[in-house]
């Protein structure tokens, strides 16, 4: 079994910051990339940030300078700090990494169940 938790929800001020973390756990031979993505009431759910294992990030234009992907490989965690938060930035926040588990020979993407980012003075 493999399992992805997030952590380091919560509610913050427009303009303020927030860390969040994911953690995967399980029968793990290794991960390649890891990943976030968020989902707002109302709307489709975004890939907004990407981290292969050799740290190469990919972003949305509408993250870019205020969202940074980063990931400590040792302790198989993707973290997302997030800077200059507006409204538009409340959803879920969820990962997701594509696991090679031990025993297996192909590796598949695994999902977090997510965590609340709410942005609201």
């Known amino acids: 079994q493999v399992q992805l938790v997030e952590s380091g929800g919560g509610l913050v001020q427009p303009g303020g910051s927030l860390r969040v973390s994911c953690v995967a756990s399980?029968?793990?031979?290794?991960?390649?990339?890891m990943g976030w993505y968020r989902q707002a009431p109302g709307k489709q759910r975004e890939l907004f940030a990407d981290i292969t294992y050799g740290g190469r990030t990919n972003y949305a234009d509408s993250v870019k300078g205020r969202l940074t992907i980063s990931r400590d490989n040792a302790k198989n965690t993707v973290y997302l700090q997030m800077n200059s938060l507006k409204a538009e930035d409340t959803a879920v926040y969820s990962c997701y990494a594509d696991i090679l588990r031990a025993g297996f020979l192909t590796s598949r993407n695994y999902w977090g169940q997510g965590t609340q980012v709410t942005v609201s003075s």
């Open positions: 399980g029968s793990i031979f290794s991960i390649n990339a």
